[in-house]
Nanobody
Framework: QVQLLESGGGLVQAGASLRLSCAAS????????MGWFRQAPGKEREFVAT????????VYSDSVKGRFTMSRDNAKNTVYLQMSSLKPEDTAVYYC????????????????WGQGTQVTVSS
């Protein structure tokens, strides 16, 4: 049984930093591309970042490029999202997801999802 467990969310002020983690189990982690998505109240789930299985390829949305960094530690079956210079518009539930094949931007392509962690940025 595949499980993805996000952690690290919280309430911070604008300009602060947070690091999200997503611990995976029940899958051969290095075979999977991983993605971070987010969903704000009343909005659709949107792509944030994705990373290939070996960590060699990373893609970011324009809205977070230069502020967020995604990384992975295959020895720990964990991916991270380092978020800096946070803005109120970054407020959302953040989800990690696993894709058996490629690092992709489309949520529907992902095979497994975590339950999400709330990030709230106050102005």
């Amino acid at each position: 049984q595949v499980q993805l467990l996000e952690s690290g969310g919280g309430l911070v002020q604008a300009g602060a930093s947070l690091r999200l983690s997503c611990a995976a189990s029940g899958l051969t982690f290095s075979w999977y591309a991983m993605g971070w998505f987010r969903q704000a109240p009343g909005k659709e789930r949107e792509f944030v970042a994705t990373i290939s299985g070996n960590g060699g390829m990373r893609v970011y949305s324009d809205s977070v490029k230069g502020r967020f960094t995604m990384s992975r530690d295959n020895a720990k079956n964990t991916v991270y999202l380092q978020m800096s210079s946070l803005k109120p518009e970054d407020t959302a539930v953040y989800y990690c997801a696993a894709d058996r094949y490629y690092p992709r931007r489309t949520a529907a392509e992902y095979d497994y999802w975590g339950q999400g962690t709330q990030v709230t940025v106050s102005s």
